[in-house]
Every structure is written in structure tokens, then in C-alpha cells.
């Protein structure tokens, strides 16, 4: 699994590492030091041999 988010001018903001366990729950952790308060998207990417699947969702930061 692989986690990108980008702010919404489509700029990367954190590459996040992912569990490579497949067919399983995952959580993943954004340390948000650094972060500002607004609105980012998710690109969340799991595959495995056979096939891909790619879901972008939308995250709000608020501090």
C-alpha cells in the first residue's frame, strides 16, 4: 500500500509508508508537525499480483 498526500495546487506535502499485509485493516499515522490547517487529498494505492486498486480521498486538517 502506498499513501500519497498533496495539497489541493496538486503539490506532494508527505509520502506515507503503508503495510504491505495484504487483506487486512490498515491504519496509518500523519505526524501533522510541520502542517497546516486546511484541506488535503489522499492518493491511496493497494495492489497485489493480480490486481490495483487507487481511491483518493479528501482529508481537513484543523489545528
Known sequence: ???KIFDLAGDL????PGSSQ???DNEVRWDLTGVQSGVYLARIEAKNSR???V???KIAVVK
Do not use: A, S, Y
Open 51 to 53: 490486481m490495483k486498486d
Open 55 to 57: 481511491r483518493i480521498i
Open 13 to 16: 506535502v508527505k509520502e506515507l
Open 22 to 24: 495484504p487483506f487486512t
Open 1 to 3: 500500500m502506498r499513501i
